[in-house]
């Protein structure tokens, strides 16, 4: 079974690219590396022993995004691909909604034409806002203070009406704070 992994190259989606291939999954890598370095790929075949498929490939590029559907068995796609400096997006915030939006968009269209209606989309938990409560917990109101959180709940909206047009996807959202750590190989 072959998961795509956006952003496969970045902190979460490498971490997530080892689990993966312990489990016994084949991934396919699409990453533009805006957010991080192919050399990653490499430590990732290093520390799994397994070789990836990687595709440089910027999901705003509609047909390269088609291409790889079209050349690949995958089953399900991890979603971490996107802009995510939430002071950068107060800064720039038609480049976020632009990557972010459009983005996810071409891949949930390319999904769908694929028939490839399974995914878990990288959302974040500044969804919840500045509630000033803590811990935050998963039913707390939805209120993103800034462009990029504004972008990922958007995109859980979009998520939410495509389900509700088509319940055989089988959607995922994890919505988390600052991950840190490494790979215990360091």
Same mark, same amino acid.
């Given at each position: ?32 590396? %805006? ?6 790929? @490499? $430590?990732?075949?290093?520390? #799994?022993? +397994?070789?990836?498929? =990687? *595709? ?18 995958? %089953? ?6 996107? @802009? $995510?400096?939430?002071?950068? #997006?107060? +800064?720039?915030?038609? =480049? *976020? ?90």
């Amino acid at each position: 079974m072959a998961i795509l992994v956006t952003g496969g190259a970045g902190y979460i989606g490498s971490h997530t690219c080892v689990e993966l291939l312990k489990k016994g999954y084949e991934v396919i890598i699409a990453d533009n590396f %805006s957010n991080s370095d192919e050399k990653t790929v @490499l $430590k990732i075949e290093e520390i #799994s022993g +397994k070789k990836v498929k =990687l *595709y440089r490939c910027d999901l705003l590029d509609y047909n390269l995004l088609d291409y790889i559907f079209g050349s690949e068995k995958i %089953s399900g796609v991890i979603h971490f691909a996107g @802009l $995510k400096a939430v002071g950068e #997006s107060v +800064k720039i915030p038609i =480049l *976020y909604y632009e990557n972010n939006l459009n983005g996810a968009i071409n891949l949930f269209k390319i999904m769908d034409r694929h028939s490839v209606r399974n995914i878990v989309f990288s959302s974040s938990a500044t969804v919840y806002g500045l509630s000033g409560k803590s811990p935050v917990k998963e039913d707390f109101n939805l209120s993103a203070e800034n462009p990029y959180g504004r972008s990922k709940l958007i995109l859980e909206n979009i998520l939410n009406d495509i389900y509700i047009s088509n319940n055989t996807w089988s959607i995922a959202i994890l919505r988390y704070f600052n991950p840190i750590g490494a790979h215990k190989s360091g």
